[in-house]
């Protein structure tokens, strides 16, 4: 199993520009999420999804879309990128429940400057 | 809602002294606890949990926690520590403003180990 897939690695955006993050994993996991990671902040939650067609907001949706058409892809769009946005951003996934739910793996990460 | 604190930013240790990395936390009902470690330029990687049961948990790379209902504490520990140890760690919380589904992160520790 490749786990936990994102693309790009690294993105330089200009202000105002738009772009997706890829997301995708192999495991067949119900749940996924979408995370930044800040100095001093720890990881804060963007936006999550129980199950294909099913997403909803996390503690900073502000400036993000997300859409799960498959059980495999989640993706973040940045609909107009913001300075405030440059951050490294973390997939993760897990299973809905059994004695692993809550465990959940996570992508390589995206670092993503906004100049 | 559900929170945890991570007091300290940084913790340095001697290559084989015990190791504690500290995490307390504040919740309603019966928490769900949990240990992440981030190693440079990788993504999150689940340590450990405490759900129900014995209060010593035990986990990978040689990591235990201990919950301690009394002092709402779940304090990573390591009784000898390696310089692969080195890394960021993060406790986690399941619930929080975000609800049950996901885990709320406390902002990390950062662990050097020093030969």
């Known amino acids: 199993n490749a786990g936990v897939t994102q693309t790009p690695k690294f993105q330089v955006l200009k202000t105002g520009q738009s772009m997706t993050l890829q997301c995708a994993q192999d495991?067949?996991?119900?749940?996924m999420s979408w995370y930044r990671q800040d100095p001093g902040m720890g990881l804060r939650l963007i936006h999550y999804s129980v199950g294909a067609g099913i997403t909803d907001q996390g503690e900073v949706p502000n400036g993000y879309n997300v859409s799960r058409s498959t059980t495999e892809d989640f993706p973040l769009r940045l609909l107009s990128a913001a300075p405030s946005q440059t951050s490294v951003y973390f997939c993760?996934?897990?299973?809905?429940?059994?004695?692993?739910?809550?465990?959940?793996?996570f992508g390589p990460g995206t670092r993503l400057t906004v100049t | 809602a559900q929170s945890v604190a991570q007091p300290e930013d940084q913790v340095n240790v001697a290559e084989g002294n015990p190791l504690t990395v500290k995490c307390t936390y504040s919740?309603?009902?019966?928490?769900?606890l949990f240990w992440y470690v981030q190693y440079p330029n990788r993504g999150l990687q689940f340590l450990l949990k405490?759900?129900?049961?014995?209060?010593l948990v035990k986990g990978s790379y040689g990591f235990e926690a201990e919950f301690n209902k009394s002092q709402t504490s779940f304090h990573l520990k390591k009784p000898s520590a390696l310089v692969s140890d080195s890394a960021l760690y993060f406790c986690?919380?399941?619930?929080?403003?975000?609800?049950?589904?996901?885990?709320?992160f406390g902002t990390g520790t950062r662990l050097t180990v020093i030969p």
């Open positions: 495991m067949n996991h119900e749940y």
């Open positions: 405490y759900i129900t049961g014995d209060n």
């Open positions: 986690a919380v399941r619930g929080g403003r975000t609800g049950a589904n996901n885990l709320f």
């Open positions: 919740v309603s009902g019966n928490p769900y």
């Open positions: 993760a996934s897990r299973l809905a429940s059994s004695g692993r739910a809550y465990e959940q793996y």
